[in-house]
């Protein structure tokens, strides 16, 4: 058993490290939120913290909704279920003004709570594998407490069931937060799940505007058995327009219908108000049965003859260790910043200075996050680039160059040949400036665009960026983001040093959609920004845990968007399944 195999089973982690068991989606909602804009209401957020090691680090936020005190939030929060561990949560609710990051001192806090994942009241119940079985012994779902001993012995597969859990919100002291409660739906999401691309249109909808014309949005909620809904999606705002074309979306079978063809979904056509009071239009009822037999133009439903889903498609769901051990190689390229603000590399106070007794934090940073790429890297062999220095022979400022000084084979072998180029270097260059990362950003895209286009799922690219202060060239920067948002690359920025990182918040889409100086969007979210400062005393695998956290997720979003499956299939074990239902 390979190494990537052992990882991917959930008896392995015994006595070592810990294996996923599953992926769980969790989904928020609040209610009776406190009120703290004077002339609207709050504009909720949620973000989701992890504890590990003792310190809290974010994983996720929801969407912000404008002016409203019981937001139901529509992203979906995706967590790793690990069965052994005890996984601390913590949710915390603020009212968001303007772009800035989270937790500024212009955002207020609504309050938070915290909870372990097994207190979502997440189910374990054997897998059967025989349904006819399973309908024989017609099992009931059971509250399990299981010692991992056990499941290990037994080699049981978790299962995690619907369900939801209700908190009060605490602010500051465990002081309640009026009556304000959130709720948190947890559902288990496998690797062998399907998932469906739905786009949805609506012709001659009812105008509500007095002086324009309707701005309409749709929202999903599946009916549960117990008779109550859950939001499955909600779609962009089409302003000014009667007969809405919405964008495609994705969305899990087991989100959307439970896996169950036959489940009600009930969707809702609303007019958009800023203040939150938005017009019904319409709704109609539809199964996951119906969808099927009308995609490709056809009515939805009788009832509502203005609702039409003109595009319909069945798909794999595949996850990040699908893609890797169907043969997709890590590329992993460094980038480090030799500006003069660096301070002089012959000082102790440079953080370039090498201190034979222990690394700066350019290296910590560096090896924290290599050794982790250099494992899904067969060769072993990474660029090392540096920009913002005056480089022999001629000490022109150079603002990509390779810090080996070999311009026809920038590569290192392993993590070790890059410490020692960068070694190397310090005495040999002269540290300047401005700090200009675009020129880098856009070398790495178009190696990762290639000559050709992008047929297979072999290799995608991390460009780790390692810098003491806010990039100069923040509009070309931004622009170059959002270019290579097309290409198969992930870009990790690391602050080093006590500056101010503020205006770096900006380059992480997580506070929002990053665009050009054009206005033109990312195509997706890739980049993660972190000031080391944050973790200087915490181990190295925690910064490379935080600033990796977002890759996997990345590199399913590019080839699931490029509709690219992993170069070797992986062989779906539920034949019988929903996902397997041909288009």
Same mark, same amino acid.
Request: glycine share 6%; charged share 25%; net charge negative.
């Given at each position: ?15 070592? @490290? ?145 369900k939801k859990m209700v908190k009060p919100l605490l602010l500051k002291y465990g002081k309640y937060a009026g009556k304000s409660t959130i709720t948190i739906h947890a559902e288990e999401i496998s690797g062998n799940n399907g998932y469906v691309e739905l786009s949805f249109c609506a012709k001659k909808l009812d105008d509500k505007d007095l002086f324009s014309k309707s701005d309409p949005f749709l929202e999903i909620y599946r009916v549960n058995d117990d008779g109550t ?75 509502? @003859? ?120 310090? @005495? ?156």
């Open positions: 058993m390979s190494e990537s195999q052992e990882a991917s089973s959930p008896v392995a982690g015994i006595g070592g @490290p810990a294996a996923c068991v599953t992926k769980v989606e969790l989904r928020v909602s609040c209610k009776s939120l406190l009120d703290r804009d004077t002339l609207n209401k709050s504009d909720p957020c949620v973000m989701l913290m992890v504890q590990a090691q003792g310190q809290w680090t974010e994983l996720d936020r929801t969407e912000v909704i404008k002016s409203n005190l019981n937001p139901v939030f529509a992203k979906v929060l995706l967590l790793d279920y690990y069965f052994e561990e005890v996984q601390k949560l913590r949710f915390e609710v603020y009212d968001i003004h303007g772009t800035h990051s989270i937790g500024t001192r212009d955002d207020d806090f609504l309050g938070g709570v915290e909870c372990t994942l097994g207190q979502v009241r997440l189910i374990l119940i054997l897998h059967l594998y025989s349904a006819t079985l399973l309908k024989r012994l017609n099992l009931k779902l059971y509250l399990a407490s299981v010692q991992l001993e056990t499941v290990a012995h037994l080699a049981f597969s978790p299962i995690v069931a619907q809904e859950q939001l499955v999606h909600r779609t962009e705002v089409i302003k000014n327009n009667l007969n809405p074309v919405w964008e495609p979306f994705k969305v899990s079978l087991i989100s959307l219908c439970s896996c169950d063809e036959d489940r009600k979904l009930r969707c809702l056509v609303w007019d958009y108000d800023s203040r939150g009071k938005h017009d019904f239009i319409g709704e109609f009822y539809a199964t996951f049965k119906e969808m099927q037999k009308v995609s490709g133009g056809n009515k939805v439903s009788e009832r509502d @003859p203005r609702s039409h889903m003109p595009a319909f498609d069945l798909h794999r769901l595949y996850s990040f260790l699908d893609y890797i051990m169907g043969g997709c190689q890590i590329h992993f390229t460094v980038a480090i910043d030799f500006t003069a603000s660096n301070g002089d590399p012959r000082n102790s106070c440079s953080l370039h200075y090498i201190n034979p007794y222990q690394p700066n934090e350019y290296l910590k940073a560096l090896i924290a996050v290599g050794e982790i790429c250099q494992d899904y890297d067969s060769d072993k062999r990474f660029s090392a680039l540096g920009f913002g220095a005056r480089i022999p022979p001629n000490y022109e400022v150079s603002h990509d160059f390779a810090i080996n000084f070999n311009p026809d084979d920038d590569e290192c072998e392993e993590i070790q040949g890059v410490v020692e180029a960068y070694q190397n270097c310090l @005495p040999k260059i002269q540290l300047y400036g401005p700090t200009n990362v675009a020129p880098i950003i856009n070398r790495i895209a178009k190696q990762a665009a290639g000559k050709e286009p992008i047929k297979d799922a072999s290799r995608y690219h991390i460009l780790l960026i390692l810098t003491d202060g806010v990039v100069t060239d923040m509009a070309d920067t931004r622009e170059a983001i959002v270019r290579a948002s097309y290409q198969p690359l992930s870009i990790i920025i690391v602050g080093v040093g006590n500056a101010d990182f503020t205006d770096m918040q900006i380059l992480d889409g997580d506070d929002g959609v990053l665009r050009s100086p054009k206005g033109e969007p990312v195509l997706r979210d890739i980049v993660q920004f972190v000031p080391f400062r944050d973790f200087k005393t915490a181990s190295p695998a925690a910064l490379a845990k935080c600033v990796l956290a977002e890759v996997p997720k990345q590199v399913v979003e590019y080839f699931s968007h490029k509709v690219i499956p992993p170069m070797c299939p992986v062989l779906d074990s539920t034949p019988n399944s929903i996902a397997n239902t041909p288009d």
